[in-house]
């Protein structure tokens, strides 16, 4: 469903971001990508969502090459980025352009639990109910690949842990392909099909875990422990590797982030 | 209620001194001479006359100023291209105080209703234009990319996100040039008008009735806020969305 090869992005400040990214994420399948911030995971998701185009490789949604936003990719952001001057409901059909809204805004809703807030404000709304709108214009269109960029990380523990179910029943409803940015290893863990470890300057894929659990899975259990030691493992590895590779003389140093 | 106190004791104050002779009433005529004054133009029939024609001058100078302020604004603040080319000039133009055209406009316009209205249209157009175009450069690109996301255009990028989210701000930018506006139209009609407050205040000042002055000036500041209160209003009511501080009603 969504295929990166030898995807390069450079911006015009001169700086790298990412390097040579090959990916294919299987339709209906949940791959979360975890890393620390900065690293350019985020530039991945932009590239995919077709905000910003890759200096080198090609980007493909669906067997078609990405060259701009379309309508079959939906983006959750990190922020809600509601209009703060329309009810939750007209936020959820902002995307919907002259055609039919009243069902499918009523259904996302629906989906988010959040029927009883269709007439609030943005406003009005706790981070978590804001985040959960943000869901449902992304899903109000029904796209076959949804991108989450760090949807959750402003929230609180329990608010995350009951998006991150919910998220999963959106899933269950119409299974889009989804692609998750994340720096929390556990969300990773427990929605992910498959966790990439993405590090580096300029960011590549450094290693990648299947991770096959039945869900919904149970964060407290022996096997979920397993895979948490392994994520943690290659993320202290990756920057391992790198610390050893900047102190070794010869090695050229990291170009200064800007 | 709080906010009468102060001008209630003043006026309270002012008629009592002019009463004891202790201000000259002849400089300085006590508030019920004003009123009288005010009476007297009532009965006589001319007082909405007055009224009337220095409102329709500004609420025309108004429309048209706040329109090309408007359009100008939305153009600039969406279009980088168009804020090159036309930024620069209109700054420039704005550091001249707008009363100095007076002179060109009326060898240009003569000395009757159009030059005095494209004075007031002046005036409202700088705040409006600067306070519209700032507003729409500072909305949050953030939100612009969900317009970008769902393949908007330019024309749905501004009726959807840019002016929406401008909307308060323009708001204060239209209070403003309502303001200016008010401010022209005095200056309007000192050169010449035989009808509007302003044709009052030359006429009290060349007759010696600082009485008919004062009370012209009253009559400004009451449309003035009457017409700002009624454009706060309508803006209120469509910015009830915004998120920001309120001070704490008193009592």
Redesign the interface.
Known sequence: MIQLSGVSKRFATGLLAVSGVDLTVEASEIVAVIGPSGCGKSTVLRLI?G?DTPTAGTVRVAGRRVE????SV??V?Q?P?L????TVERNVS??LHGEETAGPVAEALARVGLDDFADA???ELSGGMAQRTAIARALVTKPPVLLLDEPFSSLDAFTRIDLQEHLLEVWGWYRPTMFLVTHDIDEALVLADRVIVFGGQPGSFEAEITVDLPRPRDRTDLSFHAYQDRAMKELGSSSRDRQARAQTPGWPSRAPSS | MLGLIVPVVALALWEIGARAGLVSTRLMPPPSDIAKTLGGLAADGVLLGHMGSTTARVLVGFVLGATVGTLLGAATGVSLRFRALFDPTLQALRNIPSIAWTPLFILWFGIFETSKILMIALGVFFPVYLTLSGAIASVDR??V??G????FGTTSLVA??LF??S?PTYLIGLRNGLGLGWMFVVAAEFLGASQGLGYLLVDGQQTGRPALIVASIVLFAVLGKLSDRLLAWGGGRL?G???GFTAKAPG
């Open positions: 969502a905000l701009g936003p379309s309508r939906g983006v952001f922020e980025r209009m703060p001057w329309l902002f995307g404000l943005p406003k | 953030r939100l990319e969900v970008r996301v769902y393949g959807r996100i929406p989210a909307l910015t969305w915004q998120d």
